[in-house]
Each structure stands twice: as structure tokens, then as C-alpha cells.
């Protein structure tokens, strides 16, 4: 080949090549705003994608890439993959903060369980206590006031909202320098929306962080004190009740009736306990009238909390496909307590520690 068909060659494929690469499409860019509320109020703007010109409120921003050991790079909240903007690691740039605190969290004395208090809808519900990470709650709703007790959390803030894993670790390491804090996910719907064109993917998280954690007085409470107590007696036949009753017994006349109910189906019931009432309480606690066998009721817990007396019930059902008795039961127990002068027995359920109910007594 001549020379002269060689250059031409040459020209036509670099022609080619610079047609292609005008024609090839910009990468692909996204926009994650993170409004922190609270310690702060701000929204964290990362970017990430091809650099370049984005038009951006009414003007632009240049993005570019830099190395991670770039100095800007262990900037205060900065992230080593994001873009640089303007030559700065992220946009940082302030924001009214929400009309009502969400959440307050606080300690509580002599223990190492917190008070939660959510004024507004939360989701997860992080704590760092200085040490280690753990998990309050998975979400709250709003006007919620509950006693959580702490569970180990791993990876930090990370799986929170849509934060990346370097996002998460980036806040991290921002508010671990001020010591112990917690952190609360925002619903997506109270986060502001923002447009921004020339972008593949626009996410947002909002976050609300509380570093002054004081101590609540007032919800301390004392340790359980632990009862003396014994179930009298328990059955499956009880009559005349068809649901789910609780009762304290104050008096021997009540003690023979509800006796009766519960051995009403015995030919020869067994003699009425003597009970001191003067020094004992009894409880009846009755399941109702049940479809089938397999349902029970069983206290396995008896304490005063606060001056108050409360029974830890197991509530017990068949499970789906068990063979169990097709004939109608109605389960009952019978349960003495080795103390008296109760008005009301608190009944809860064994099992997530949801109040059942209350046997009050009558006069």
C-alpha cells in the first residue's frame, strides 16, 4: 500500500473514532442528599458517576474524581468514592431542621436499658454508647414512650435508609469523635424532594441524631421483687364462661362459686382449698370456651413491681395441623400468692410481655 493510502487510512479511522467517541453516552450519575437533623441541620449532597459540568439550582458544578489518599479526602463527612464538587468532597449546605423533635432517648438509673419517647413515625433506631453500636428498636410509631433494652449492632451505621456502606462509615466516624449519640431513620415521605436533571438516580435519607443523652429519674423502677406463689389447681372443663376472664378472689363466697364453675362437669369435685385471705391472694384466670383441645392457660411467673402485682401467663393454642380432642374445652387455672392486701393482679403475656389484661377485685 502507498504511502499516500496508508495516511488516508489513518485519517478515515481516526475520523471514525472521534465520530464514536462524540456519540458515546456521558456515564451514568447519581445524587444521594442525606439531611442530617438535630446535632446538625444539613443536607449532605454526594456524587457519584462520570465527571464533568452538571447544571445544578440555577447554575453548575464541576465534578472530578480524585485519588483517595487526596487530602480532601478525609475531610469531615467526605466519602473516598464520590466525586470531588467544585473541588470539594460534598456539597454540605444548611436546612431548616424538622417543627417537632422526632425522638428524645434517655438512660435510665441503675440500669443499662433506655427510655424511648417518638413523637413522630421512626424507622431503625441506632445507639452508640461510646464503645459499640446496638439497636434499639426497628421503628417506632408515633407517640410511643417504651422501655427498650440495647441489642449488639454490627457494621456500624451501615444498611440505614439508602446510605452506601462509605456514606454510613463516613458518618460514623464523624459523630464517634463527640462520644456517645443516637440515630434515627426518617420516613422517606418527610424528606424533602428535590430535581436535578442529567442524573440516572436521585436518592434521599434523612436522619436525626441526639448527642445530649441525660438520665431519666423518673423511669427507674425497682428491681422485681419475686413471690412466693403455687398454682391451687388448673383445668380444661370450666362451665358458664365463654371468654377470656381474669379475677382476683377476695372472699370465701366467691372462692366456692367460681370452684363450682371450674368442677361443674365433676361428679364428686374436689373439697374448696381454705384460703387466709387476710394473708393471700388468688386468681382465676379463665381462657373461655375453646373449639377443640390443645389451648391451655399456665402462670409461670408471679412479682410486684412497684407496689403492683403482676402474673406472667403462657397462653397456649394448637399448632396449624396438630391432631388434637375435636370436643369443646375451657380452659382454667387456680393460682394462690403468699401475700395479700392486693385490689388488682396485672396479667401478662409470657411470651413478648404484652399486657393480657387485669383481675380486679369485687365487693
Known sequence: MRVGQRFAVLLAVLVVTGLLASCAPEAERTMHDVYVYGVQNDRLTYFYGGGGTLAYEGGSVELTDAPANDDRRSARF????????????????????????????????????????????????VYYDGNSYLSL??????????????????????????????????????????????????PSDTVPVRTVDGLAEQLRTGIFVQTAIATDQSAFRPAPDQLAWETVAAGNQATGVDDRRFQLI?????????WAQAHATQLQPPSTPRVDFSRETLIAIFLGQQRSGGYGVEVVRVSEEGGELYLDVRFTEPAAGAITSQAL???????????????????????????????????
Open 137 to 186: 428498636v426497628p421503628e417506632a410509631a408515633a407517640g410511643v414512650s417504651l422501655r427498650v433494652v440495647p441489642k449488639p449492632r454490627f457494621n456500624r451505621l451501615r444498611g440505614l435508609g439508602q446510605l452506601t456502606n462509605g456514606e454510613a462509615d463516613a458518618l460514623a466516624d464523624a459523630f464517634e469523635s463527640g462520644g456517645a449519640y443516637v440515630m434515627a431513620v426518617l
Open 329 to 363: 374445652t375451657s380452659p382454667w387455672t387456680l393460682v394462690r400468692v403468699l401475700r395479700g392486701g392486693y385490689q388488682v393482679a396485672w396479667i401478662r403475656n409470657a411470651a413478648d410481655g404484652s399486657l393480657a389484661g387485669a383481675a380486679r377485685a369485687t365487693f
Open 78 to 125: 467526605a466519602v473516598d468514592s464520590s466525586l470531588l464538587v467544585d473541588g470539594q468532597p460534598l456539597l454540605r449546605t444548611p436546612t431548616s431542621g424538622p417543627e417537632v423533635e422526632p425522638l428524645a432517648v434517655s438512660r435510665i438509673p441503675q440500669t443499662t436499658d433506655l427510655q424511648l419517647n417518638a413523637a413522630v413515625a421512626v424507622g431503625e433506631v
Open 250 to 258: 377476695t372472699d370465701r363466697q366467691q372462692l366456692t362459686s367460681i
